[in-house]
């Protein structure tokens, strides 16, 4: 059995590693998605230890919330998993608005509820900022929430170190979801020494850059999808980061792994951070994820790899 680890200050006691869902039932995000692949994704998680799931309305949309659904159902492990899940997304005449109202996220966890089949969420996200709640307001109605029991603990996702400080007003803020990874430290100027200071988790996203941090990529590699657009895979610069990933491959050899698993084991070091969630499109990326939490770094090992990735 995997030692859990708590959430902040919840009652939350996760696996440290966690299943990103995106995958699972994101046909907006991934195309030609396998809906019974991503079930055994989720299914294959449950049965080896995984018990913290991260969703979100607009993976789908919809999709991936009832796809988990219908997993929870079928397993009777609902009380076993912490389910994440969040909204902010509604669609205007086509168009995606964000919104924060206290309405809008009331009526959010009631529909996430019912695609989930399930009478309360561990983890509820605001997904997004919109523009014009004030933040503490529309964490004070998810306060609500979690008073009545629908929820057990409080989220906010790509907000700013303004934006979380008003959200935290009332220090009700228990989670903060944000990206960061060795190649986009600016966390770490803000962010991160608040969530230490007020003991909010802080879960980050994409912190493999998009594949860049798993080792498995050359200067010859070519993409098709988004990366292509992105800075950190283009000309001189993806040549450098390449080489910053290399020299991680010794401490990965000497420790009989791979390079995506010292990364990940590296952000369990850091403080505030208590759990990741690493998407994956099949069962066996699951158990490879898992590999993360047989890797002991040294204290010069966390040091070296920071001094590799020094902005």
Do not use: C
């Not at 991934?30 to 998680?45: F, I, Q, S, W």
């Not at 991260?54 to 991936?64: L, M, V």
Request: no cysteine; proline share 4%; glycine share 6%.
């Amino acid at each position: 059995m995997t030692e859990q680890t708590r959430l902040g200050r919840t009652d939350l006691l996760v696996n440290p590693v966690g299943l990103g869902t995106n995958a699972v039932g994101g046909h907006n995000i991934y195309p030609n998605l396998n809906e019974e692949v991503g079930k055994d994704v989720v299914r294959t998680a449950l049965r080896n230890g995984i018990n913290f799931l991260d969703t979100a309305y607009i993976y789908g949309p919809e999709r991936s919330e009832q796809l988990i659904g219908e997993v929870l159902k079928e397993t009777g492990r609902r009380q076993d998993v912490v389910i994440a899940t969040k909204g902010a997304h509604k669609f205007v005449d086509n168009k995606i608005v964000l919104d924060n109202s206290p309405a809008f996220l009331k009526q959010s966890v009631e529909d996430s509820l019912k695609r989930l089949k399930t009478d309360y969420i561990d983890l509820y996200y605001i997904h997004f900022p919109d523009e014009h709640t004030p933040k503490d307001e529309a964490v004070d109605a998810l306060q609500r929430l979690k008073k009545e029991g629908t929820i057990r603990a409080i989220g906010v996702s790509n907000f700013s170190i303004e934006q979380l400080q008003e959200a935290n007003r009332d220090g009700y803020v228990d989670v903060l979801q944000s990206e960061y990874n060795l190649f986009k430290r600016s966390a770490e100027q803000d962010l991160l020494p608040y969530t230490k200071q007020h003991g909010i988790s802080f879960v980050p996203y994409f912190p493999l850059a998009a594949g860049l941090l798993g080792g498995k990529y050359t200067k010859d590699t070519t993409f098709e999808d988004g990366r292509a657009k992105n800075p950190l895979f283009q000309g001189d610069a993806f040549i450098q980061n390449l080489q910053k990933v290399e020299l991680l491959r010794e401490i990965a050899n000497s420790k009989d792994a791979e390079i995506a698993h010292i990364v990940l084991a590296w952000y369990l070091t850091q403080d505030s951070i208590d759990a990741l969630i690493p998407g994956a499109k099949k069962p066996d990326q699951v158990l490879n994820n898992l590999r993360t939490l047989d890797v002991q770094l040294t204290s010069a090992e966390i040091e070296h790899i920071n001094q590799i990735f020094e902005v």
